[in-house]
């Protein structure tokens, strides 16, 4: 029995995660598994009932499952509290740094059926296969901060801090990825300016040592922001920090049409986190509109990263391609031509298509 916590969050996190489940199930139906969920309070939703984005119970849930399936957090309703109590701050950020989930892996794999979705012409994303590994849990969402009141108004200060072993843990691991896949890893930095940057490639260059079959090439952020744009193909694996890479990803995640298609795996401890990339897009939330393939998609990391269960990951994606080449579409990929669904009926599609793979 795999036990796994289910925390659906706030906005669209309510309509997503449950399709992501019934995806579950329709696995451990056909292949035997065997999986319990268990419900726990986050963001939002976790302050409304309990007063607190993170409660001690949850944690608790996550610490002892195998892995944790997340929707998302936060929304307008909550964007007046304090950071110390905002959902995103005080949930997610603590949740990773507690569950020791240094790492973020996020696939950008572009549907060849979406190619018209993207915002870029066809010929230059067709073909876009890549996977950005973001460290999580360094950097400078968590160097020491400061404000204070100067003479003439108030100064504020973030601190970039990386140590050696927080860079060597994240290379290995993308070395260790781009092993499986078109072996080429490209590290992100900003080595011109920052001294975090400086320890980044110099310690990145000495791993590589260790993996002399995997080419490495070293890009400042700027030129990684404009080759994403210009030609995402060239890219396999690129690994990054922090900040870099909570921009790139997002980046990347146009070239795939949506946000609403990208999963994410977080790893590193225990207990994985799989959640979608977008947030709870409260704009969308409550009208059964919101694309739920990201989150099916981050189950099916989970059977593969956490459970090992590679060929019901790979049926995942494949029922997932086969929906799209049908022509079905949420709102936010749809196309002249194509068949509207809701997020609901886009669930049930997969799992279909899954019965018949
Ligand atoms: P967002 O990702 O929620 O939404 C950005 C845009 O993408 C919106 O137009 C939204 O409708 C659309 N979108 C996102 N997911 C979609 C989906 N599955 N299907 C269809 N369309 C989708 O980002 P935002 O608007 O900047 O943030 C909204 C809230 O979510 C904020 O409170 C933010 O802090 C929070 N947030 C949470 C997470 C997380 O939980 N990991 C991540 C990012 C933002």
Redesign the pocket.
Same mark, same amino acid.
């Given at each position: 029995m795999h036990k796994i916590a289910v925390l659906p969050? /706030?906005?669209?996190?309510a309509e997503?995660v449950p399709q992501a489940v019934k995806v579950l199930d329709t696995i451990s139906r056909k292949y035997g598994y065997k999986f319990s969920y268990t419900e726990g309070l986050i963001?939002g939703a976790a302050i409304d009932a309990v007063g607190k984005p993170l409660p001690e119970e949850t944690l608790k849930l996550c610490q002892e499952s195998e892995a944790i399936l #997340? +929707?998302?957090? +936060?929304? &307008?309703k909550? /964007?007046h509290l304090p950071v110390a109590m905002r959902?995103?701050a005080a949930a #997610?950020l603590p949740l990773r740094k507690a569950l020791g989930l240094y790492a973020n892996i996020r696939p950008a794999y572009l549907y060849p059926a979406l190619a018209e979705a993207s915002t870029l012409k066809r010929e230059v994303v067709l073909g876009t296969d890549l996977v950005t590994i973001r460290e999580l849990t360094g950097g400078l969402y968590f160097g020491e901060k400061k404000r204070e009141k100067t003479a003439t108004g108030e100064v504020a200060m973030d601190t970039l801090v990386y140590t050696t072993e927080e860079i060597e843990r994240i290379t290995r691991l993308a070395f260790e990825v781009a092993r499986a896949r078109r072996k080429k890893v490209t590290s992100v930095d900003k080595a011109n300016v920052l001294e975090s940057s400086r320890l980044w490639r110099e310690t990145i260059t000495r791993v590589h040592e260790e993996f002399p079959d995997v080419e490495l090439e070293h890009m400042y952020v700027d030129n990684a922001a404009m080759q994403l744009v210009r030609r995402p193909t060239q890219f396999d694996v690129i690994v990054t920090e922090n900040m870099f890479g909570d921009i790139l990803t997002d980046q990347a995640s146009m070239l795939t049409g949506?946000?609403?298609m990208l999963p994410s795996a977080s790893i590193g401890g225990k207990v994985a986190l799989y959640? &979608?990339?977008? +947030?709870? *897009?409260?704009?969308?939330a409550g009208q059964n509109? *919101?694309? &739920?393939l *990201? =989150?099916i998609l981050s189950a099916a990391m989970m059977l593969k990263y956490s459970f090992g269960y590679s060929e019901a990951a790979r049926e995942i994606e494949q029922a997932v391609e086969k929906v799209l080449d049908l022509g079905y579409r =949420?709102?936010?990929i749809m196309e002249e031509g194509k068949t509207l669904v809701d997020t609901v009926t886009m669930g049930d599609l997969v799992c279909r298509h899954l019965e018949d793979v």
């Open positions: 969050g /706030d906005g669209i996190g997503i963001g #997340l +929707g998302a957090v +936060g929304g &307008p909550w /964007d959902p995103e #997610l949506s946000i609403g959640e &979608p990339s977008h +947030g709870s *897009a409260p704009d969308i509109k *919101a694309n &739920p *990201a =989150t =949420t709102p936010d």
